[in-house]
């Protein structure tokens, strides 16, 4: 598989990646070995699992809603310090992230090629990489990622519930899924992404204690994933994939803040939600007329 494009580099900071045209940018060593140690620690003074089968998640502010696919109205966890110390040093600071779900990846776990919801959060998505280096695959959506987003739906939930009964702990919140009536994005997928002839994928590989930013097309029209498998090629030499860990940090949108006006309406949420509303509202106007 290709790799990313070629970045710019920071200037004022070699250790910024920049990908402007598309509004991805990774900061490399954004948290300290010492940060990293002690986080790992801290997920797992909270849940001590680790048997190399199970991926587990913790949520802190309002939890992540697997119905919804926005924020939990009544479910919170106060943020611990070693994510409160570091949100001062974020590249954005208009808004800070006030949901946040930690990861634990076993070596070979991936995360399905996804769109993140558009419509119940900001622009802003960030995920914080460390305990060890993955590559992430990049791919702008097309015709059949917008097709597979207007199937038929299910809960998130239920998938989860299908995935504990298959000796895999916790929920994904990166997972591809649906649910019914709600702010949901993302279709349950049962195969492996087809390759797109229109566009093509990339990958990007992820360092440990790396924090990647996905702002514009890189948040509301590219895929984004992880493949499952037990080595990956990095800096040309094949690696055997340890446990990873990982923060999604997202800012919640309540009330009129809900929406999207994004140049990717084939895989907004929003915009599905539009026309799945129009032919109901036509039949009710019909039905008032007669």
């Known amino acids: 598989m290709p790799s990313a494009p070629a970045p710019v580099t920071d200037p004022k900071n070699p250790k910024i990646q920049r990908w402007d045209d598309i509004g991805l940018l990774l900061i490399h060593d954004f948290i300290t070995e ?13 849940d001590p699992r680790l048997d190399g089968k199970r991926r587990i998640s913790q949520h802190f502010g309002y939890h992540f809603d697997y119905t919804t696919f926005g924020a939990s109205e009544t479910s919170f966890t106060p943020v611990p310090s070693y994510i409160t110390d570091f949100l001062p040093r974020l590249p954005v600071q208009d ?10 990846y076993p070596p070979g776990a991936g995360i399905p090629p996804h769109v993140d919801t558009h419509s119940m959060f900001a622009e802003s998505l960030y995920s914080l990489s460390y305990g060890t ?3 992430m695959v990049f791919r702008m959506s097309d015709a059949n990622d917008a097709r597979k ?14 995935s504990k009964r298959e000796g895999v702990s916790g929920t994904n919140t990166e997972c591809t899924a649906t649910a019914p009536d709600s ?9 492996p992404e087809e390759p797109s002839p229109e566009h093509p994928s990339w990958e990007l590989v992820l ?3 790396s ?18 498998r037990k080595t990956d ?9 340890q446990g990873r860990y990982s923060i999604t940090m997202r800012t919640i949108r309540r009330g009129d803040e809900i929406g999207c006006d994004c140049m990717f309406p084939g895989v907004c949420d929003a915009r599905i939600r539009e026309e799945q509303s129009r032919p109901a509202a036509a039949q009710r106007m019909d039905a008032q007329e007669k």
């Not at 940060?35 to 801290?42: P, V, Y």
């Not at 994005?185 to 049962?190: D, I």
């Not at 996905?214 to 992880?226: E, K, N, S, V």
């Open 207 to 209: 360092p440990p204690r």
């Open 95 to 104: 808004y800070l992230p006030d949901q946040f779900t930690a990861q634990y």
């Open 233 to 241: 090629i990095i800096n040309g030499e094949m690696v055997h994939r």
């Open 211 to 228: 924090l990647l930013l996905m702002t514009g097309p890189a948040r509301y029209g590219y895929t984004h994933g992880i493949k499952s």
């Open 149 to 162: 987003m207007r199937l038929p739906r299910r809960s998130l939930q239920s998938s989860v519930s299908e």
């Open 183 to 191: 702010q949901a994005t993302m279709t349950v997928k049962s195969k």
């Open 133 to 135: 280096a993955v590559p």
């Open 34 to 46: 010492d940060e990293e140690a002690a986080m790992i620690a801290a997920f797992h003074a909270v």
